[in-house]
């Protein structure tokens, strides 16, 4: 009857100042990444009445909006291309991003219960809670193809970078949602900061505007925000926008993103062990 | 044999005093604790009190040990089983544990109400850390043994509480680690569940793996393991063999003189606005007293403070033998008359007194628990541990046998012998 597990010893000790990420850790736990995930979006399409077709229908308004105030009204360039595809490109790693604060922020007080009670590494909280807005961005992506159709712009050839920009989008959405989500243990006024957060970098980002219309003087504050380079290269890589060649920008965002991530990845292993006691 | 599983050196945690215990915290109480640590920073070095609620603790468990923990409430017990379990980190000392821990004091952890059964086997089992190869495999024993089976997709939202119970001790107790730790669990649930949990722990136990147990039931912690650990105030006080632990724990833990008070630092804070003072047993003369003669009437005087008026309250007794089973349990508006005059108590300083009458209890140790609550609304305070003493059969029908009579009363029954 004894089951087969890993018989190893663990030593339990205070914490001392810097610790190892312990990723190996997350490794051992991948399946629960999986469930904790599938559970997320199993909870969700089963609460709501509009299910997966919300993950289309907001970035899709969204567009929508955006196409009448400031393609049509506005008169905001898009480098050429028509609006609506120009803006729901952009919008495509945005909903992820943007929902992946929401989520991540609340992850860990929504599940306060499994942290006072029992072990396993803490991120796999705000991880899984960003992993859901994946399939969500498939279902966008779908949208986004036949636009493509409609509006007869071909894919660039440099489509297959869009994983990396793809990644990008992740690993600062992760990087933020750490930060966030350790935060919100210690601060509960951090939920009230999330939403005002994600509406101020909605605006930062290139996103109803094209990146090119930014001084090319101020271009390296504006790359500072990872989502510069995210938005930018979706550009470049599903429609061929000339205008967002590769450029330097994308390297600063890149490495912003890669900071983000690793700071967050710092701060919540060092916050871990006091949320089971300040949770 | 001899083989360590758990072995833990001068192990201590220490908190804030005034950290935040409840879960729930408003928009309010954020600012302003955002605002106190922003003055704290200002302060720079003024600390905050910490407290100890474990230090100095060493022991060593071997390998397929039945060992128990026992403790009042408040003594470190939780907070030792939480570092055991990894839930929080020791201040200072450590634990080198040897394999998988599991424990059923996270029965239903990560259950969601919106997932059917089946679901939540799944999601619970990897929450607990089985593989999910492992849960395929006992899923039909999990089912089985949980007896949902109908149900079992069926969203847990619409299960009753005991189905939902059952699914979940179901799935903690297929997750087979090689440390136990079993905290309190047989609290919750009916006496079948409780049945079920006594007897999975006496499999596992049988099975050769180490378990930790900690209960408040002394006659469980008696039937399943043979040694104990004692801890009080934060520090291990004593590991003997059980019988003799459980005796150091209930003769000494609690008893001051047939009194006890609570002073304020031992009162949770959350059992406002009522405020314990004082429990005493008093012999049939009046006096406080640790030893009663079972031929005078007892009487039990519990004191207390309401700050504000509560609607319902009722504070009542457990009778328990020192093997923690239950003779009795009354309150102080049990009668509907004083129910309906203290409908609403108001705030002041009360005495509720109660008299055991002669002739009731046998000779022996008995303990008192304390209940107040208002029913189905909220319990404001309990210990169910509060004060023991000690009968004394001296003058009680049938000594001139010197011989124990078996049970916890000793009626004088009025007999008659006719010769017919």
């Known amino acids: 009857m004894i089951s087969k597990t890993d018989s190893h010893t663990i030593v339990l000790k205070p914490p001392s100042g810097w610790t190892a990420l312990n990723l190996g850790d997350l490794w051992r736990y991948r399946e629960l990444v999986y469930f904790m995930t599938w559970r997320d979006l199993k909870v969700r399409y089963k609460q709501t009445v509009l299910g997966a077709s919300w993950a289309i229908v907001r970035p899709f308004m969204t567009m929508v909006v955006f196409s009448i105030f400031f393609g049509n009204l506005a008169k905001v360039p898009s480098d050429g291309l028509p609006y609506p595809i120009f803006s729901y490109t952009a919008l495509l790693p945005w909903e992820l991003f943007a929902t992946a604060l929401t989520v991540a922020s609340r992850s860990l007080v ?23 807005g994946l399939v969500d961005f498939l279902f966008a992506f779908l949208v986004l193809i036949g636009m493509m159709f409609y509006y ?7 489509i297959w970078t869009l994983p990396i920009f793809l990644l990008l989008a992740v690993i600062s959405a992760i990087g933020v949602g750490l ?8 601060y509960r006024d951090i939920g009230y900061i999330t939403p005002f957060l994600t509406q101020f970098w909605l605006f930062i980002t290139p996103i109803a505007y094209p990146a090119s219309l930014v001084p090319a003087k101020y271009r390296i504050f504006f790359a500072l925000n990872p989502m510069t380079g995210v938005v930018d290269g979706f550009r470049w890589a599903l429609l061929g926008n000339q205008q967002s060649a590769p450029n330097s920008m994308w390297m600063v965002s890149s490495l912003i993103g890669v900071v983000i991530l690793i700071s967050g990845l710092i701060y919540f292993r060092r916050m871990e062990r006091q949320f089971a006691d300040m949770i | 044999m001899s083989e360590i599983a758990l072995r833990v050196e001068n192990l201590g945690k220490q908190y804030k005093i005034g950290m935040p215990v409840t879960r729930y915290r408003t928009l ?5 604790e955002k605002l106190t640590s922003l003055q704290r920073l200002h302060k720079g070095a003024d600390r905050p009190n910490m407290i100890w609620a474990l230090r100095d603790v060493s022991f060593e468990v071997r390998k397929g040990q039945v060992l128990g923990v026992i403790g009042r409430n408040g003594a470190g017990k939780s907070t030792l089983l939480k570092i055991l379990s990894r839930v929080t980190d020791p201040t200072e000392g450590l634990a080198e544990v040897t394999g998988r821990v599991g424990s059923l004091l996270e029965v239903g952890t990560g259950f969601h109400p919106e997932l059917t059964g089946r679901e939540n086997i799944f999601l619970n089992g990897a929450i607990l850390g089985m593989k999910n190869s492992e849960i395929q495999r006992r899923f039909d024993e999990i089912v089985a043994f949980s007896e949902v089976e109908q149900f079992i997709d069926t969203p847990v939202k619409r299960y009753s509480s005991g189905m939902y119970l059952r699914l979940a001790f179901s799935v903690a107790a297929h997750l087979e680690p090689e440390i136990l730790i079993v905290d309190e669990v047989l609290a919750v649930g009916d006496a079948e569940f409780q049945r079920k949990c006594l007897g999975k722990m006496s499999d596992v136990a049988q099975e050769g793996r180490t378990v930790l147990f900690v209960s408040h039931n002394m006659s469980a912690i008696l039937r399943l393991t043979e040694e104990a650990l004692v801890i009080e105030k934060g520090k291990l006080v004593l590991r003997a063999r059980t019988p003799q632990a459980v005796d150091y724990y209930l003769s000494r833990g609690f008893s001051q003189e047939g009194q006890r008070a609570w002073p304020a630092d031992e009162i949770p804070a959350d059992t406002a606005p009522f405020c314990p003072k004082h429990i005493r047993v008093r012999n049939g003369q009046g006096k406080v007293s640790d030893s009663v003669r079972s031929v005078e009437p007892i009487s039990i005087e519990v004191e207390y403070t309401l ?3 509560i609607t319902g309250l009722r504070v009542g007794i457990y009778l328990m033998s020192s093997r923690g089973e239950y003779i009795f349990t009354s309150f102080d508006t049990d009668e509907p008359s004083l129910y309906d005059r203290f409908s609403v108590r108001p705030a002041g300083h009360y005495s509720s007194r109660c008299t055991i009458p002669a002739d009731y209890l046998n000779e022996g140790r008995f303990v008192i628990g304390i209940n107040a609550s208002s029913f189905r609304v909220r319990r404001y305070f309990q210990d169910e541990q509060a004060l023991s003493f000690t009968v004394d059969p001296a003058g009680a029908p049938g000594m001139q046998w010197p011989e124990p009579r078996l049970g916890p009363s000793r009626p004088r029954l009025n007999w008659k012998i006719e010769a017919v």
Do not use: C, E
């Open chain 1, 179 to 186: 930060w966030l989500s350790a935060l919100n243990v210690l």
């Open chain 1, 110 to 132: 929504l599940n306060s219960n499994m942290i006072t009670k029992i072990y396993f590494p803490r991120i796999i909280l705000p991880i899984s809670s960003i992993l859901g």
């Open chain 1, 152 to 158: 007869r712009v071909h894919p660039s050839p440099a």
């Open chain 2, 28 to 32: 309010r109480d954020a600012i302003s």
């Open chain 2, 307 to 309: 700050q504000s008026a």
